[in-house]
Every structure is written in C-alpha cells, then in structure tokens.
C-alpha cells in the first residue's frame, strides 16, 4: 500500500501522513527542501516513518518533478500549493496561480505515467466554490454543483480563490481526457492542532486574536484539520468515491470564535471591541455548507469547540503564541 503525498510538510499534508502511517500505507512524501529540518523533523518524528516514509524533493513548477514520488503508488493526495491571504500578494500570476494552476497539472502529467495508480485525491478549497457571482446568505446552502467563476474572483481580486478554482478546474479537464480517477476535496477554513512548528495561514484569524486590542467583523466556515485529513483518506478507500467533496463543519462570527476561547482560557488576553464600527452584519456574507456527499463516506465531524481548544494548547505547547 504506497501512496505520495505532496507538500507533505504542509498544516493539512503533515496530519494526512501521520494518519496514512497509522493507517499502514507506505508514504512517498514530497517536500521542497529534504535537508530543510524545520519543514521535515516532525514528519520523521511520526509513527512507523522509520520504516514507512520516504522524503522526496520535488518542486511544483518543475517539468517531471513528481515523476519518482508517483512511481508505483496507489493513490495519489496532491495537496501542495501557495496558501495565504490574497492581501498579501504582490504578483498574483506567479505567486499563485502558475505552482497552483501549473504545478497541479504536472504533478497529473506524472500520475497519468503510473500503471499502479487507482485513484488521485486533489485538495481544492471552498474558495474555489463560493464565488460563482450568486448572491450568498444565511438560508444559501452551498454543494458541490457549485464552481466559483475565475471572472470573478479576479474582479475581486480574490488571487487564492482564483488560484484553487483554475487549478481545480484545470485538474478535471485533464484526469477526464488522460482517464485518471480522481476525486476532490474541498475544505472550509481550517483549524486544528499543527504538527508542523509554524503557524500556517489558516490558523492566523485565531492566533491574531490573541493579545488583539479589536477583533475583525467576519464569518468564516470552519473545519477541523483532522477531519480534512480523514475526508483525503476515505476518499481513496471507498472505492465508490467520485466527484467533489465539501469538507466543512461550522460557520462562526469572530465573536463567536472570541466566546469559546474566553470560555476555554478566562486568561487570555482577548478582544472586547469589534473594529468595525458599523456594528456585527458581518463584512463577508454567511452561508450554509451541504457535507452529505462527505458524510456519505462516513465521516463524523470533531466539535469545533475542541478544535479550537486543541489548536491553541498546541500552538501554546509549541510556544507560537504570544
Ligand atoms: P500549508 O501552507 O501549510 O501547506 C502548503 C504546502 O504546499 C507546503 O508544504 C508548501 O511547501 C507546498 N508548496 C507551496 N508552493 C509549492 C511549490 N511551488 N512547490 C512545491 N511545494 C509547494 O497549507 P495548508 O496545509 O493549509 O494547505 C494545503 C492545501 O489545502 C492547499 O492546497 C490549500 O490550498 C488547501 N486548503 C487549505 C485550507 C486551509 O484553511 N488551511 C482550506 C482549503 C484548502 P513549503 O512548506 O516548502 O512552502
């Protein structure tokens, strides 16, 4: 049972390896810099890596990169791609959507190179779903027939968003001309315990708020990194599996987010005042998320209470919050 992860030193790719290990794969787990000790000391602390992982160097934009991390693999999780906050781009094409867009799709030429190959896993975004144009609310239940629209995160300058949706696209047109199976997942915000010892992208909202004299007018759709791990997983076992999955468990206002966390930690130093004068409608719309394809699969969804927790003891045990 060999696999490859890719961007396996990643927030998600790192729990999706630990898991895989537990679960008895053999894991060919790619990673920019093999010799990099930061990105790689807690994935060769793992369970069974020892006897069980195998780091390769490959690089997204990289002709043929992926050509031995894919060779003799079941299945494949194609997880690495740029992940920050669209604000922080200066040049969008290269920044974001060439390793997003192109690298998917050479990490696929690969794949579609590998007669022992079942199935490939892409992990998209709920970004690449949501911004379709249609107006979203409360009582809008967002699925999988949905497909965010390039035209329109570009307008917005949406560059993440833009990035997920033609590399998610781009991956469909080419598993359905060159006959690979391949599924996607679709994961909300997500929060949980990082194995790795940075502070990723996506647990920035909850660390930023710690010691924060305002907190920010939002709601985000969260989901806990070990369910988004677990989603991957499923996805290459059940062998009915097919299509896109949303991975979601929960939308929060930050004031909700600030509640659990004064309820968990009557000591943490946390905001009172919203920065938003105009009061609490929040400044991105509220949706709701449909999760009964991924709930087909069997999945159960870990409270987003106890995620929250998990994340800060474990950003507090890495000593990454101030
Ligand atoms: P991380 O930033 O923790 O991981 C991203 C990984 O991609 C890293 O291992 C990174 O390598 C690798 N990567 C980026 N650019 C390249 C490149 N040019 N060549 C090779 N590897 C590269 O993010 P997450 O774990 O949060 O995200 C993983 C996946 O999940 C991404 O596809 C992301 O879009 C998706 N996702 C994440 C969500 C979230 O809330 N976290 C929500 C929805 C989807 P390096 O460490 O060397 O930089």
Redesign the pocket.
Known sequence: KVVCV?????????WLVKLLLQHGYTVKA????PD?RK?TEHLVALDGANERLHLLK????DDGSFDSAVEGCIGVFH??????FSSTVKDPQAEMVE??VK?TLNVLRSCAKVPSLKRVIV?????AVVMTGKPLADHVVVDETWFSDPVVCEKSKQW?ALS?TLAEKAAWEFSEENGIDMVSI?????SGPPL?PTV???LLPIVKLIGAETFSNATVTWVD?RD?ATAHILALENPSACGRYCVARKLLHTCEVLKILRDLYPDLSLPERCSDEKGLVSAYPAFQVSVERVKSLGISFTPLEVSIKDTVDELREKKLLS
């Open positions: 890719t961007g396996a030193s990643g927030f998600i790719a790192s790619t990673v920019r810099d990099d990105k490959a690089e997204l934009l997880t690495a791609s740029p992940c920050y390793p997003a690298g992990t998209s975004s709920l970004a993440y997920k679709i994961p909300a915000m997500v790795q990723n992208t996506s990194v988004v």
